[in-house]
């Protein structure tokens, strides 16, 4: 939502201020928590200020130039991304896919579609400045970003979920709040030895909750949980797989040796007019109306499943299929397609098998 109103800041010496802990937490002086008098509120499809916040105008001029640079832009941005991950043109295209991806439905409350969580496993170690590289561009290209370091004290000691306090009887806000379209990276590249409690096994099972159902519980005590619809893009970074689910796990391979992330960082951050083209390529293919597949391309899909999966029953399952779709679907709107075209299919089955033959070599 866009607001507009009246700032108050008054300060108030709360020394001498008669209140309960209660009326204190419920009311505090607008010093501590400032007001703003609402004037007007706007719904907004998106936050990014390159481009126009109106639903008419981001349907027109903006989306056609977008989409007719599309093909040049995507090419810039994978190179990007491929100077990110060691020059690693898969994992470079996974990134971008996670990039493009959202929440675009629900389907009897079982399934959410369009979510799109990638584990990069065989990551760097910690003092590469590998995480800090991935994650400057990514906090340079995407309206939200936010990274999480994975440490065993941050697990203990974090309150993940939000919690109602009924001494104050206030909802005390929890890390896992998180806006619409929010890009979480988890660094699992700090990650030592370690003992969870039970604080921390809790945070553990929020995250993989969030990551499998985009939902989050908000504690209300007395094991009464009210749950709310989340869309987190979640990135897990480390050196093996994560104990948390994700969509697709990729081992990085290294096609470059001795790089210095510190340059790419300050590549990234001095050149604006690049990192703006992202922002406008990634903004405008996230929420730009995706057509249905035609019933030609559906019975071919049809074809190409059962084909796999009388070849291999045991690996190849209806999750494998939604996952391709998923795929197919964002390599498409990365290519500037509105819908779902064959080479878009035939890509996504050449990336899959790829990735999973890169497992396969690696395990």
Request: aromatic share 6%.
């Amino acid at each position: 939502i866009e607001i507009t109103g009246i700032l108050e800041r008054i300060e108030v010496d709360t020394t001498t201020c008669e209140m309960d802990e209660e009326e204190s937490a419920r009311f505090p002086p607008s010093s501590i928590v400032p007001r703003v008098h609402c004037v007007e509120v706007r719904l907004r499809t998106h936050i990014n200020p390159l481009l126009s916040t109106d639903p008419l105008e981001f349907n027109l001029p903006t989306v056609s130039g977008v989409l007719s640079t599309a093909l040049s832009v995507r090419s810039e941005l994978i190179t990007m991304l491929k100077k990110c991950v060691s020059g690693d043109p898969l994992a470079a295209e996974y990134l971008l896919l996670h990039l493009l991806s959202h929440v675009y439905g629900r389907k009897d409350e079982v399934m959410t579609l369009g979510k799109f969580a990638v584990n990069l496993t065989k990551c760097p170690p910690k003092e590469t400045k590998f995480v800090e590289c991935l994650s400057t561009l990514f906090s340079n290209i995407c309206e939200k970003s936010f990274v999480f370091p994975l440490t065993i004290t941050n697990f203990n000691i974090s309150t993940m979920l939000p919690k109602k306090d009924y001494k104050a009887n206030r909802l005390k806000s929890g890390l896992l709040q998180l806006p619409k379209g929010m890009q979480v990276i988890l660094d699992e590249t700090v990650l030592e030895p370690g003992q969870l409690k039970p604080n921390g096994v809790e945070n553990l099972k929020s995250l993989g909750n969030l990551i499998s159902w985009q939902n989050l519980a908000y504690d209300f005590g007395f094991s009464y949980n009210i749950e709310f619809e989340c869309d987190a893009k979640v990135l897990i970074l480390g050196e093996g797989k994560s104990l948390l689910p994700s969509e697709v796990v990729v081992p990085l391979k290294a096609m470059q040796d001795n790089i210095d992330y510190q340059e790419i960082i300050s590549e990234i951050q001095s050149d604006r007019n690049l990192m703006d083209r992202f922002r406008r390529y990634l903004t405008v293919l996230r929420h730009i109306q995706y057509d249905q597949v035609s019933e030609e391309l559906q019975k071919k899909i049809e074809q190409d499943f059962v084909a796999e999966r009388k070849s291999n029953p045991k690996d190849v399952t209806g999750e494998t299929l939604h996952r391709s779709l998923v795929i197919a679907r964002l390599y498409g709107l990365s290519r500037g397609h509105l819908k779902l075209e064959e080479e878009d299919w035939n890509s996504a089955k050449s990336l899959e098998r790829d990735r999973l033959g890169r497992i396969a070599s690696t395990s």
